[in-house]
């Protein structure tokens, strides 16, 4: 490979700069391990302190009865208010409506621990109740109330990657309209669709597995691999090995299988880059729109934040990658666990 | 207001979450000043250690002659490289091309001081080198080398913000291709001069300067402004009032004009944030393409980093605003300086 190279899938269709000569640079790769961020006094997602949040909305028990083993309840700081009606409004180029959807929080565990330290079971059991939430609200939306066209899945784990508690969690936030970047790897796909007929995460599942050289952990039914033209150093994605468009269709065999190819590949990210925050995403169709699901797969991106996005990427949306993801990966894939 | 809404802009066409309940979670707003930012053994940037930097390749002489105040050189650590010719390739649902371009510092004061502290006319010879280097790419790719579309000028000022340098200064990097949010502005104004006929941010400007409730600092060329949409709190843009579609054809009253809102902003957010850590980038018209100069201006961006987008907008590429720009942009009027 050159010093540097411009690479894009067809998904994102993003160019990024694949730019190897940038990893020597003094700043890069520095960051304090997530499993030493400092503990609060009380932690609101512990049992026992309950009463520090909202109310719960859906809960496991563990097998013993001896209290919760996941716990689901709406964000305390909200970003959207599932109350009330969508109402639009202009004023000369300015166009705003009200803050409808909904936002949720998912504790995933009931030890004061990271996403990384997760067993495949906690794993399976947090993957369950991001199911189980996506169909009530599928349900509610049917029956009329709220208006949510687009559920997003997230974690964001260590201060850096915006985490304000180190407790291990997910949130959900439906919104009443596509965002942006989700909307724009549909219509890539659909565009391919038109031209090829074919499936284009099919394709790029099918040549991921056939070069080898991206691929970080793998079992019977997903794929985990740093994407050829990722954003961010290590940047990696958990596909399906079939044409799967619908998270929420999985089954509980599949959950287990995707539990076990994520966890794998957090810790391999953990062991490598001693523990980096990280966000994670789910990324879906739409909850009721079914055009989409010829030609896309529901998956998984997990971005470590080993360098922050700066001024040239806020300006321009193109982004500058330090570590080749042949060479992430190979790191990735090395790790002994 | 309610407690949140959702907003967007006609130049951006981004939906925004301004979220005014979001900022009471315990974590916002905490940051070092940059101005504390650990000073490096030896500054590569300071006068007198030229020789661990590249070559010089323009610089502008005190007037006493004792030395440079300005100095340009190639980025050691250089994203792109200006040899070569442009080769693309494709394998499969992969694209890729050699990471041809231009890659630039522009360090804007012999002092060892940071952006926020440029005296106004430091930034007026920051401009005018900004300019020089444009102009004289511009004059490079008339004559056939290198292959330059679109350069984006750009400043991170603090370790978060990605500025591994205290020492303030700013970055050139020429594209061989139209970085993708640049150009959806560019498309934007065009969708919207094609259906109204009339220049987009013309209006923009005119609504602010009625509006009045989100200008941050003003004189008779230019006006900064709190972006009705910001995707970040505090995001400020600095607009030219009159139809200017290229900042290199900026007059020398005009550039003087420029620096004097430029640093009348800084300074304001500098002293009613605690100098946080901030990126700035100029977005233009392409360097050749004149197409677009009926609906556009130039203008510049300043994104404080009072928050890190984590994964709900780097999944979504929808943001979340915890500060209502009118509330932004009054804290940053009334601060006396």
Sequence with gaps: MPKSEFRRNLITKRWVVIAAERSRRPLELRHMSVLE??????CPFCP???AQT????LSYAKDDGSGWKIRVFANKYRALSIEGKLDKQKRGIFRNMNG???HELIVTTPEHKTLYELSDSEMNDTLWACKDRMLDLKKAVDEGEPKIYYIIIFGNQGETAGGSQKHGHLQLIGLPIAPEDSWKELSNCEEYWDEENECLFCNLTAQESEEKTRIVSENDNFLSICDYSGK?????WIL????????????DKNIRALAEVAMDTLRRIGKALNYP??????HNTPLHDRNHDRYYHFNIKIIPRLSQPAG???GTGFYINPIIPEDAARILREVKL
Tied chains: 1, 2.
């Excluded at 961010?232 to 990696?236: L, N």
């Excluded at 399906?240 to 089954?251: A, G, K, V």
């Design 37 to 42: 961020q400092k503990n609060p006094d009380i």
């Design 48 to 50: 026992g302190n309950e």
């Design 54 to 57: 909202p109310p719960t909305i």
């Design 100 to 102: 409808m959807g909904a």
């Design 232 to 236: 961010f150093p290590f940047e990696t």
């Design 240 to 251: 399906p090995r079939n044409h799967r468009p619908l998270f929420e269709d999985s089954t």
């Design 277 to 282: 925050p990280f966000n994670l995403y789910f």
């Design 312 to 314: 040239f990427e806020l």
